[in-house]
C-alpha cells in the first residue's frame, strides 16, 4: 500500500509546504501570538532507528528552550520496541508516542495498512509498555475506531490518550455527526483521555470559521475545556491555513468561554497531558 500517495490523496495539494521547517520557521509562523511552549509531534516514519529522531530534537530543545515536550515514533507492535522506549527515555523531553493507526475501507483515507491495531494483542502489548516508561499515546484514528479506541483507553488507564484532529469527523450528515459524537462521548468518560483540536481544515479546505465552529463546539462540550487542547499541526495545515487564523477560528468558535476556560484549551490541557 503506497501510504504516502494516500495521505496525500487525503490531505490534497501539499507542495506549497514541500521544504525545510525547523525551529525558525514554526516560531516565524506564530510571531505575534503569545506562544510560549511547543510539543513536536512525530514526522519520522521509517523503522531503522526512530529515536534519532528524539536525539536530534533533544539537542535543538536544549540550544533554544523548545521542543519542550517530544513525541517520537516506535511500531508497538514490534517484539522488539522495548529496546526502543527505553531509547526514546534517555532524552528528557521525550514525552509519549505516536504510530498513525487511522485505517479505513476506502484506500483514499488511510494511513496504516491494517484495520486491526486497536484490538491486536502483539500491538496492545506494545501499548501497555507506554506506562512502565510514562509515555502518552498521540491517537489519530477515525470516527468508527472510537469504540475500539475507549476499549483500549479502559483496558489501559495508566497510559493518558490524545485523540488527535478530534478524531478526523469525515462523514459530515447526521448519521455520521452522531456516530462521532457517540464515540467522541466513550473516550471522554475515561479519565485518562483528552482530546486535540487541530488539523480540521484537512477535511476542509475550503474552510470557513462558521464551517470549523459545530466541530470544535462538539468537542469542547463532550470533553470539557480542562480535557481539550489546541493543535497547530503545523506545517501540514499550512497548506490551507495559518497559524494566525487557527488560533483565531478556535477563539472565535469559543468566545462565550471565560478566561480561565479559555486557558485550558490553550495552555494548561497541553501543559498537564505533555507533562511541561
Known amino acids: 500500500m503506497d501510504v504516502k500517495r494516500d495521505y496525500e490523496n487525503f490531505a490534497g495539494d501539499l507542495s506549497s509546504i514541500r521544504k525545510t521547517y525547523r525551529l525558525p520557521e514554526l516560531l516565524a509562523d506564530a510571531a505575534g501570538l503569545p506562544v510560549e511552549k511547543f510539543v513536536h509531534i512525530q514526522g519520522h516514519m521509517a523503522t531503522d532507528d526512530p529515536s534519532e529522531e528524539t536525539k536530534w530534537l533533544q539537542e535543538v530543545a536544549d540550544a533554544n528552550g523548545n521542543p519542550k515536550g517530544i513525541v517520537g515514533f516506535a511500531v508497538l507492535q514490534d517484539p522488539g520496541v522495548e529496546k526502543l522506549l527505553e531509547s526514546h527515555a534517555r ?48 491517537l489519530q484514528i477515525f470516527p468508527h475506531q472510537l469504540g475500539d479506541a475507549a476499549a483500549l483507553a479502559a483496558q ?23 456516530r462521532w459524537r457517540a464515540g467522541l462521548a466513550k473516550l471522554a468518560a475515561l479519565p485518562n483521555t483528552v482530546v486535540k483540536i487541530s488539523g480540521l481544515v484537512l477535511l476542509d479546505h475550503q474552510w470557513t470559521e462558521a464551517s470549523l465552529r459545530p466541530i470544535i463546539r462538539q468537542a469542547i462540550e463532550i470533553f470539557g475545556p480542562d480535557r481539550a487542547m489546541f493543535g497547530s ?35 494548561g490541557t497541553a501543559c498537564r497531558t505533555y507533562r511541561l
Open 91 to 138: 532524552y528528557p523531553n521525550h514525552r509519549g508516542i505516536r504510530q498513525s493507526v487511522n485505517w479505513h475501507s476506502n484506500r483514499f483515507y488511510s494511513m496504516c495498512d491494517r484495520a486491526d491495531y486497536l484490538t491486536d494483542p502483539a500491538w496492545q502489548r506494545g501499548y501497555g509498555l507506554l506506562a512502565k516508561y510514562g509515555m502518552s499515546f498521540d
Open 156 to 178: 489501559f488507564p495508566d497510559v493518558p490518550l490524545i485523540i488527535e484532529h478530534c478524531a478526523f469527523p469525515i462523514d459530515r450528515d447526521e448519521e455520521g455527526m452522531s
Open 233 to 267: 499541526n503545523f506545517p501540514v495545515d499550512k497548506a490551507y491555513i495559518r497559524y494566525d487564523q487557527s488560533v483565531a477560528c478556535l477563539s472565535a468558535a469559543l468566545a462565550d468561554l471565560g478566561a480561565a476556560e479559555l486557558d485550558q484549551v490553550f495552555y
